[in-house]
């Protein structure tokens, strides 16, 4: 398989993480490196090009659009798909203009960084296969492609998405079924939040459950993302 190599920029470990597995768990893409700065992005794409950057607004020293702005100045095949808590008009319309590929909120959900990249993976795929020329309807098909992406899903009323995200990362990165005790451990959570978090990934089609049958007891159930 020809993977999109990507490159995570984003201060907070554990956010880098998240961001980590949610891009590889998608068919066709791969991270190949996560720095917590734009200077280091930039360094970063100096000695290894990709061609896709996950790129947060909030970071030390240079900021996401002055490093959105020194890679287009670079004219390097690159592409950008910011991921921020800025919901700051002027920031969005300044990214947009600088040339990003989509503007992703926090918190989100994982279909929606899903929906992004296979957007993303249409439109690299239309660009490098066939004819060199293009013809109106190619370039309708490539606009329709890139703005073909999922809005948010409006979650149930008690449900966090911070938390729906944690566990979906949790589930992505493990490769067996997990409990929700074991969930719960694993993110700091109740046995209760824990399992109404997974019950709603199943009732989503997300995930699926299985018991696991004891010699003694009860059978415990676990999940699974559906991959």
Do not use: C, W
């Not at 287009?72 to 990003?100: C, F, M, P, Y």
């Not at 490769?175 to 989503?204: F, N, Q, W």
Request: proline letters at 4%.
């Amino acid at each position: 398989m020809d993977y999109i190599d990507v490159l995570v920029v984003e201060d907070d470990p554990m956010v880098a993480d998240i961001h980590q597995n949610y891009v590889n768990s998608v068919d066709g893409f791969r991270v190949v490196g996560m720095v917590d700065n734009g200077l280091k992005a930039l360094d970063f794409l100096r000695k290894r090009p990709v061609r896709l950057v996950i790129l947060d607004i909030f970071l030390p020293g240079l900021d996401g659009l002055g490093t959105l702005e020194r890679i287009r100045e670079s004219g390097s095949n690159v592409d950008v798909i910011i991921i921020s808590a800025s919901r700051d008009k002027a920031t969005v319309n300044k990214t947009l203009q600088a040339g990003a590929f989509d503007y992703i909120v926090k918190p989100f959900a994982f279909d929606r960084m899903k929906a992004a990249l296979q957007a993303f993976r249409q439109v690299v795929h239309r660009l490098t296969e066939g004819p060199n020329q293009v013809d109106q309807q190619d370039i309708d098909n490539l606009l329709l492609a890139r703005n073909k992406k999922n809005v948010q899903t409006v979650l149930p009323k008690g449900l966090n998405p911070n938390v729906l995200e944690k566990v979906e990362a949790l589930l992505t990165k493990v490769d067996k079924p997990l409990s929700s005790v074991e969930t719960a451990d694993a993110i700091g959570v109740s046995r209760i939040t824990a399992r109404r978090y997974l019950e709603y990934l199943v009732a989503s089609d997300k995930a699926v459950m299985e018991r696991e049958y004891q010699e003694v007891g009860r059978p415990i159930n676990k999940y699974e993302l559906i991959r």
